[in-house]
T-cell receptor
Framework: GQQLNQSPQSMFIQEGEDVSMNCTSSSIFNTWLWYKQEPGEGPVLLIA?????ELTSNGRLTAQFGITRKDSFLNISASIPSDVGIYFCAGDNYGQNFVFGPGTRLSVLP | DAGVTQSPTHLIKTRGQQVTLRCSPI?????VSWYQQVLGQGPQFIFQ???????GRGNFPDRFSARQFPNYSSELNVNALLLGDSALYLC????????????FGQGTRLTVV
């Protein structure tokens, strides 16, 4: 079945640094979603991407839908302590569901 | 506006028992999907319902079943619980099917002992 890979698996950064993470697949997707999940909570939708090449921002977050439709990137600028969490990408290919990656765990050091 | 609500938030069951989890979608959303999230992994798709009909099923055994009611709320049932069913069960709400944005509830933490 379809699988997504996320890198890095985890990252430790200093407060104020910029963060980049990506998501890749062997399959083409028509929609990419990025979520953040904190312990004991459900995933919270950050950004939705619907078109190849699309670049979308949400505050300090910017995500891009890769032109091959097999990848997506999420950048966080000027990280703050509340950015800590697990970031998941999810892809949909007009199916009934989203396929999730294994997540990137972000830790922000003060 | 209320988001996706799930109940209960936590549940402890014994092996072999049955469990029912409930979900109320965002007002105006007609699609509900269920996901299982095992610790340390991303959510795995179980079911999707739209307009009270099953529109998709993931790779889960027949012990898992679900339904959607006329008010678009949904129930997930799991029979003959196994230790491996211990997970966070997430409900996602969408306006419709087909790749539209999905909004998750806080989940139900199920522990099977």
């Amino acid at each position: 079945g379809q699988q997504l890979n996320q890198s890095p698996q985890s990252m430790f950064i200093q407060e104020g640094e910029d963060v980049s993470m990506n998501c890749t697949s062997s399959s083409i997707f028509n929609t990419w979603l990025w979520y953040k999940q904190e312990p004991g909570e459900g995933p919270v939708l950050l950004i939705a991407l619907y078109k190849a090449g699309e670049l979308t921002s949400n505050g300090r977050l910017t995500a891009q839908f890769g032109i091959t439709r097999k990848d997506s990137f999420l950048n966080i600028s000027a990280s703050i302590p509340s950015d800590v969490g697990i970031y998941f990408c999810a892809g949909d290919n007009y199916g009934q569901n989203f396929v999730f990656g294994p997540g990137t765990r972000l830790s922000v050091l003060p | 506006d209320a988001g996706v609500t799930q109940s209960p938030t936590h549940l402890i069951k014994t092996r072999g028992q049955q469990v029912t989890l409930r979900c109320s979608p965002i007002s105006g959303h007609k699609s509900v999907s269920w996901y299982q999230q095992v610790l340390g992994q991303g959510p795995q798709f179980i079911f999707q319902y739209y307009e009270k009909e099953e529109r998709g099923r993931g790779n889960f055994p027949d012990r898992f079943s679900a339904r959607q009611f006329p008010n678009y709320s949904s129930e997930l049932n799991v029979n003959a619980l196994l230790l491996g069913d211990s997970a966070l069960y997430l409900c996602a709400s969408s306006v419709m099917t087909g790749g539209t944005e999905a909004f998750f509830g806080q989940g139900t933490r199920l522990t099977v002992v």
